[in-house]
Nanobody, 126 residues
């Protein structure tokens, strides 16, 4: 079992930056690939990006909509994964969720993840 708690959301102007954190507790954090998803009002939850386990390369993959603006990193010593968001746009407004998925491979789909946080709101004003 893994418990995930996101933080760092808030209101920011377009062009600004925010850094989300997701603190994990419970099972061995380093065993899990970590992902970020978001759900905008009236839309389905969508993949933002993911980072594999360190033993699996610690590689990152992003949705095209955020590539070059968002960066995912992880600190296994702190059991925390981060989402650095730069050059924010109003269309980035959403509830952002982190998720943990056991096993290898690139996890770009919701069903690949086993545990989810409660989400944190990010609002980008124009």
């Amino acid at each position: 079992q893994v418990q995930l708690v996101e933080s760092g959301g808030g209101l920011v102007q377009a062009g600004g930056s925010l850094k989300l954190s997701c603190a994990a507790s419970g099972d061995t954090f380093s065993s899990y690939a970590m992902g970020w998803f978001r759900q905008a009002p009236g839309k389905e939850r969508a993949f933002v990006g993911t980072i594999t386990q360190i033993w699996n390369g610690g590689s990152t993959y992003y949705a095209d909509s955020v590539k070059g603006r968002f960066t995912i990193s992880r600190d296994n010593a702190k059991n925390t994964v981060y989402l650095q968001m730069n050059s924010l746009k109003p269309e980035d407004t959403a509830v952002y969720y982190c998720a943990a998925g056991y096993g290898s491979g690139i996890k770009g789909e919701e069903f690949m993840y086993d545990y989810w946080g409660q989400g944190t709101q990010v609002t980008v004003s124009s």
